[in-house]
């Protein structure tokens, strides 16, 4: 499974890191162009989210959380919480709003 993110974003690629050092059977890409190419993406959409390509299937945002949590056995616990449908909207709302917020701060930075 290939999970692409911002590396140019500190506070996701310490999140990252932390995930990377928990299981390593995951693939991680830096999104670049060659990873636009293969999500079919611009790198504009691709840093506005967590994505991961599972099985041909490219999953974003909180949904994209659940499946990298679900692969990693310290923290299948919060997978399992936050896959139940009420916990996982109020939790896909606050990603997306997070999401932006890191978005509009990481592209103010680069200016």
Known sequence: MKVFFNESCSICKKEIDIYRKMENRLEWYDI???ESQIT???LDKLSRRLHVMNK???IKG???FLIVWSNIPKLNWLYKILKRPILFHI???FYEIAAFILYLKNKL???
Request: positive net charge.
């Open 32 to 34: 670049k162009e060659e």
């Open 109 to 111: 930075h680069k200016n």
């Open 91 to 93: 939790f896909a709302f």
């Open 62 to 64: 909180a949904k994209a």
């Open 56 to 58: 041909g299937k490219l």
């Open 40 to 42: 079919n993406l611009n």
